[in-house]
Structures are given as C-alpha cells and as structure tokens.
C-alpha cells in the first residue's frame, strides 16, 4: 500500500517558471490538503479539498492552484514562482472530510514531500 | 476555534522521560486532543488522540487533566531516534461547515542528546 505518493522529492526552478506538484493517495481518501513548511514555521496549510470538484484556500492560498478532479490526485499548480516560494511542500490526506461533534479526529496521513528552490 | 500554545523546543538526554504540555485554555467541549511527529525530512505522523484522562500507545501517553485547559505528552525513555518536532491540534482541525481543516502551528522541537 503506497498511501500518499509526492513527486517530484527536489525541484529547482527559476522565478517565473510554472511547474506542478503532484500528489496521489490510493487509499480512498475523501479529504486532501497542501502545506508549505518553512523553518521555524510549522506547517501552513495551503490548499485543501473535501472531494472531488471541491476545493477551499488554506491559510496561504496566494501565488497557488489546485483542482480535484478525481479522489486519487490533487496536484497543486505553481503558474510563476517566484523565490519566496522556496519551501518544503507536504500533500496530506485523510478517510472522511466530515467530523462528528463528540466522535475522535480522523488521522491525517502526509507524503514525504517535495524540497522546492526558486531561484 | 481553540488556540494551541507549546514550548518552541525542548532538549532532553537518552533514557529520560519527556514530557510536553500544550495549553488549550478555550477548548471546546466537543474537541479531542490530538499530537503528531515530525522526523527531520518527513512529513508528520499521527501518534495519539485522547479527549480526557489517560490514552497510552506503544509510542507515547496523554495525559489530559479533568478541565481540559491542557495536555501533556509523554515520551517514556527517549532515544536519539526521538528527535522531531510535535504539533498538538485542538479544534483547529474543524471547520464550522462539519469538514476538516487541519491547522498546525510551531509545534516543539525536541533535540534528544546523548
């Protein structure tokens, strides 16, 4: 079982350059997210989505895209890096995107990342 | 939605025990508690969730008072191989629509020495 798969794991790209992060989960999983993580600022989340065709802004949703097309993938789109876009990219998934007020948390479940540089 | 405060790191050496507290003073009645790690160069990982009292895993115990105003991880015997970052999430997680939306925040650095 793959579980969430990221490629490319390193990318370097020169400011103005598009390029797009792929995630895929085989697991069936109706929730997945995108998060950026700097040093010294935990993870911020950038993108997510509840399902296909569904998707919301994070907390830094700027200078990115996403779409969710099937429940497998969720590609996140830089159109014209720009160099304060370096950063750890992390995609995340979880079972069900719905909480049930006094039932536990779903676990999220996150890929190895992709290591970006713009220069 | 309830606000996480956590020590920004924490330096401990092999063999001891750690423990790490996380303040969640305006804790819903509804919101489990739930703690990931993050080993350098990965993407965190789930490790336990409790909602009040003990939770204990083959990883680490939780350790939740009777108010629920905080928390307290506890890492038995720690080793080298302990040395990661660990983000406690309350409530940020939900949205008011009933779907999820994980917020993390700094999380502790825990540094294991030997």
């Known amino acids: 079982n793959a579980g969430v798969t990221q490629t490319p794991k390193f990318q370097v790209l020169k400011t103005g350059q598009s390029m797009t992060l792929q995630c895929a989960q085989d697991?069936?999983?109706?929730?997945m997210s995108w998060y950026r993580q700097d040093p010294g600022m935990g993870l911020r989340l950038i993108h997510y989505?509840?399902?296909?065709?569904?998707?919301d802004q994070g907390e830094v949703p700027n200078g990115y895209n996403v779409s969710r097309s099937t429940t497998e993938d969720f590609p996140l789109r830089l159109l014209s890096a720009a160099p304060s876009q370096t950063s750890v990219y992390f995609c995340?998934?979880?079972?069900?995107?719905?909480?049930?007020?006094?039932?536990?948390?779903?676990?999220?479940?996150f890929g190895s990342g992709t290591q970006l540089s713009v220069l | 939605l309830a606000k996480t405060t956590q020590p920004i790191s924490m330096d401990s050496y092999e063999g001891q025990e750690v423990n790490i507290t996380c303040s969640h003073n305006?804790?819903?009645?509804?919101?489990?508690i739930t703690w990931y790690q993050q080993f350098p160069s990965q993407g965190p990982r789930f490790i336990i969730q409790?909602?009040?009292t003990k939770v204990t895993n083959e990883v680490a115990s939780l350790f939740i008072p009777a108010d629920r105003k905080s928390s307290t991880l506890s890492l038995p015997r720690v080793s080298l191989s302990d040395t990661a970052v660990y983000y406690c999430?309350?409530?940020?997680?939900?949205?008011?629509?009933?779907?999820?939306?994980?917020?993390f925040g700094t999380g502790t650095r825990l540094k294991v020495l030997a």
């Open positions: 989505s509840v399902g296909a065709g569904i998707t």
């Open positions: 697991m069936n999983h109706e929730y």
């Open positions: 999430l309350v409530g940020d997680m939900r949205t008011t629509s009933g779907t999820y939306k994980y917020i």
């Open positions: 995340a998934s979880s079972y069900s995107k719905r909480w049930s007020p006094g039932a536990p948390n779903e676990k999220l479940f």
């Open positions: 409790g909602y009040k």
């Open positions: 305006n804790i819903a009645t509804n919101d489990y």
